[in-house]
C-alpha cells in the first residue's frame, strides 16, 4: 500500500536557520505530492504541492523538489521566522486505482523557531 | 466563502452515546473525506466520498458512519462512542481531478470519558 515516512522531530532552530524536513514515500504509479502545515489549534492548510517527476512547489519562502528517482519530497527553507513554529505533514494522492484521491500523511514533524 | 465549516468545535461523550460531527462546505467539491488526528499517528482516513450518494471505506472505519446526501454535507456519525475514539476529527473537501490539494475544515476536538 501507500506510505509516507516523515523525519522524526521535534526540530527547533534558531531564527534565519536552514529548515530541512525529510519525506519520503512509497507508491505505485506517480502519486501527486504534498506539504500541509497545521498551525496550533487549527486545522491543516495546503503549504505547497507538486503533481509530476521533477516538479518544484514552492510558497512562503518553503520548497520542496519531487524526486522520483529516490522517492522524496524534502521540505527547506532558506531562512526560518518564530511564525513558521508549526506541525508539518507530508501527504500524497495516489495516482490511480482504489486508493485515487485518497491523502496518506505522514506522521508529522513539529518545528519550534526560537527568536 | 466559508470553505470547510465543521461543528461542534468541542465535544465530550460518555461512553456508549451516539452522535454526529457535521461538515459542511461550499465550494461544489466532489470529494469530501473524514480524518482522524492522533498525537504520534499524523491523520487517518476514516470514510470517504467522490460524489453525492457514493461512500467509501478509508484506513480506520469500524464504529463509524458516513452518507452523502448533498453535495455540501457529509456527517460523520458515531454509533456508539468509546474511549479509543478520543481524537481530533477534520473533515476535507476537495475538487475532482488530479493534483488538486485538500481544503481542510478547523476540527472537532471529541472526548470520550
Known amino acids: 500500500g501507500n506510505s509516507v515516512t516523515q523525519m522524526e522531530g521535534p526540530v527547533t532552530l534558531s531564527e534565519e536557520a536552514f529548515l530541512t524536513i525529510n519525506c519520503t514515500y512509497t507508491a505505485t504509479g506517480y502519486p501527486s505530492l504534498f506539504w500541509y502545515v497545521q498551525y496550533p489549534g487549527e486545522g491543516l492548510q495546503l503549504l505547497l504541492k507538486?503533481?509530476?517527476?521533477?516538479d518544484k512547489g514552492s510558497n512562503k519562502g518553503f520548497e520542496a523538489t519531487y524526486r522520483k528517482e529516490t522517492t522524496s519530497f524534502h521540505l527547506e527553507k532558506g531562512s526560518v521566522q518564530v511564525s513558521d513554529s508549526a506541525v508539518y505533514f507530508c501527504a500524497l494522492s495516489a495516482a490511480g486505482g482504489t486508493s485515487y484521491g485518497k491523502l496518506t500523511f505522514g506522521q508529522g514533524t513539529i518545528l519550534t523557531v526560537h527568536p | 466563502n466559508a470553505g470547510v465549516t465543521q461543528t461542534p468545535k468541542f465535544q465530550v461523550l460518555k461512553t456508549g452515546q451516539s452522535m454526529t460531527l457535521q461538515c459542511a462546505q461550499d465550494?461544489?467539491?466532489?470529494?469530501m473525506s473524514w480524518y482522524r488526528q492522533d498525537p504520534g499517528m499524523g491523520l487517518r482516513l476514516i470514510h470517504y466520498s467522490v460524489g453525492a450518494g457514493i461512500t467509501d471505506q478509508g484506513e480506520v472505519p469500524n464504529g463509524y458512519n458516513v452518507s452523502r446526501s448533498t453535495t455540501e454535507d457529509f456527517p460523520l456519525r458515531l454509533l456508539s462512542a468509546a474511549p479509543s475514539q478520543t481524537s481530533v476529527y477534520f473533515c476535507?473537501?476537495?475538487?475532482?481531478?488530479?493534483?488538486?490539494?485538500?481544503?481542510f475544515g478547523s476540527g472537532t476536538r471529541l472526548t470520550v470519558v
Open positions: 476535507a473537501s476537495r475538487p475532482t481531478g488530479g493534483g488538486y490539494g485538500y481544503t
Open positions: 507538486a503533481t509530476k517527476a521533477d
Open positions: 465550494m461544489n467539491h466532489e470529494y
